[in-house]
């Protein structure tokens, strides 16, 4: 007999075999499609759920005439790596791996937003990501977490992508066996 999945299942799977390939140094258009396909199952359970998550403030500063989904994840890069029906020949210009970082922290803030706990490859993501790219947050945002981060990340912003990307994998790996972190009732275990 076969295992029962949600889909809130399903995109926790998705997530976390992208953020460890991210940070093993998998193929960037393999980890963009997994994150994709989970950000797009959480957004839709944030929104049944009447959720206040990152898309839906993203969303509010998406220019006039243009969707989120349909114009900063589904095109250029998702509908490509899915789709040769319409434009076969078509070759996608200047992908930039960066990208796959916006769409996984739009991933895993909303799924933290809806579970209320996460896995934790989501929470050492999520800590990564404010440390690579602490210009995007705002500085009151920032107060509680600068020194966690500094801490567990020091000096990221100095790296190469690949140093950026190996430092994430070596503080995973040391997460994976903090016991106070295993023990807190918003680490999500299993899968």
């Known amino acids: 007999?076969?295992?029962?999945?949600?889909?809130?299942?399903?995109?926790?799977?998705?997530?976390k075999t992208a953020i460890n390939l991210l940070f093993s140094g998998g193929d960037s258009v393999?980890?963009?499609?997994?994150a994709a396909?989970?950000?797009?199952?959480?957004?839709?359970?944030?929104?049944?759920?009447?959720?206040?998550?990152?898309?839906?403030?993203?969303?509010t500063n998406?220019?006039?005439?243009?969707?989120?989904?349909?114009?900063?994840?589904?095109s250029p890069y998702r509908n490509f790596f899915?789709?040769?029906?319409?434009?076969?020949?078509?070759?996608?210009?200047?992908?930039?791996e960066a990208q796959v970082d916006a769409v996984m922290i739009l991933a895993v803030e909303d799924y933290l937003r809806l579970t209320k706990k996460s896995p934790i490859e989501?929470?050492?993501y999520q800590l990564w990501y404010?440390?690579?790219?602490?210009e995007k947050v705002k500085a009151e945002a920032l107060t509680n977490i600068l020194d966690s981060i500094e801490s567990t990340f020091p000096r990221i912003r100095e790296l190469s992508r690949p140093d950026r990307l190996s430092m994430?994998?070596?503080?995973?790996?040391?997460?994976?066996?903090n016991q106070e972190l295993l023990a807190d009732p918003h680490t999500e275990q299993g899968d």
């Open 1 to 15: 007999m076969g295992t029962s999945l949600t889909k809130i299942d399903v995109a926790r799977r998705q997530l």
């Open 30 to 34: 393999s980890i963009f499609s997994l």
């Open 37 to 59: 396909n989970a950000w797009e199952v959480i957004d839709a359970l944030c929104v049944r759920n009447n959720i206040g998550s990152l898309s839906v403030q993203t969303r």
């Open 62 to 74: 998406v220019p006039q005439g243009l969707d989120l989904k349909y114009d900063y994840i589904n």
């Open 82 to 96: 899915k789709h040769a029906d319409r434009d076969h020949d078509r070759v996608l210009q200047d992908f930039d």
């Open 122 to 124: 989501f929470q050492v």
């Open 130 to 134: 404010l440390a690579t790219y602490v």
């Open 168 to 177: 994430g994998r070596r503080v995973l790996e040391e997460m994976r066996n």
